[in-house]
């Protein structure tokens, strides 16, 4: 017959914690090391030279004020636009 003897629950429940926070060690270092992997692509990345934004002036238009894109620019609806050309 088994017994629940004093000297079995505590091996039991040493034997419970061990596993218990042996998977939460295990856990955590996965973790620590998604963490730094994740950290060294992102400063890889960072170190890259992002794509080129070409930038476009603008000029300001003669008759509302407001600034549009030289090359680009199109009429603001008025009759009197000069870019509505």
């Known amino acids: 017959m088994i017994g629940f003897s004093l000297p079995k629950?505590?091996?039991?429940l040493l034997l419970f914690a061990f596993v218990w926070f042996?998977?939460?060690?295990?856990?955590?270092?996965?973790?620590?090391?998604r963490a730094v992997r994740d950290e060294v692509k992102r400063r890889q990345q960072a170190?890259?030279?992002?794509?080129?934004?070409?930038?476009?002036d603008l000029v300001k238009c003669g008759r509302c004020g407001a600034?549009?894109?030289?090359r680009s620019a199109a009429s603001c609806g008025r009759t009197d636009c000069p870019w509505g050309r």
Do not use: C, D, H, T
């Open 9 to 12: 629950l505590l091996l039991f």
């Open 22 to 33: 042996g998977f939460r060690y295990v856990n955590r270092v996965e973790q620590i090391r």
């Open 47 to 56: 170190g890259r030279k992002p794509a080129s934004i070409e930038a476009e």
């Open 67 to 70: 600034y549009v894109a030289a």
